[in-house]
């Protein structure tokens, strides 16, 4: 399964963006059982999940985000979204997607940058 992550940029604190991640090499029906999350990263410090959706759309998120971001999925496009308003300059880092387990290879990700 391979992992392509897109919508990230450089964005104004209070701002939003909607990230997306695509996974091919999968049918949606095997895809659909994955629960699936996003995951972020700073120079120097542990990837961090953020928020994780299940097959059967149960969602969670760390307290850092919790209200701010909104986790989605459309099984039939074998992608996951991760909608983020209020942003703040603690929120920049590279975005991944995977799911939580077993791991596919990590994509490339996507840098999100908030700065005025």
């Known amino acids: 399964v391979q992992l392509v992550e897109s919508g990230g940029g450089l964005v104004q604190p209070g701002g939003s963006l909607r990230l997306s991640c695509a996974a091919s090499?999968?049918?949606?029906?095997?895809?659909?059982?994955?629960?699936m999350g996003w995951f972020r990263q700073v120079p120097g410090k542990q990837r961090e999940l953020v928020a994780g959706?299940?097959?059967?759309?149960?969602?969670n998120y760390a307290d850092s985000v919790k209200g701010r971001f909104t986790i989605s999925r459309d099984n039939s496009k074998n992608t996951v979204y991760l909608q983020m308003n209020s942003l703040k300059p603690e929120d920049t880092a590279v975005y991944y997607c995977?799911?939580?387990?077993?791991?596919?290879?990590w994509g490339q990700g996507t840098q999100v940058t908030v700065s005025s």
């Open positions: 995977n799911a939580i387990s077993p791991r596919f290879n």
């Open positions: 959706i299940t097959h059967g759309f149960i969602t």
């Open positions: 090499g999968t049918s949606g029906t095997i895809f659909s059982i994955y629960t």
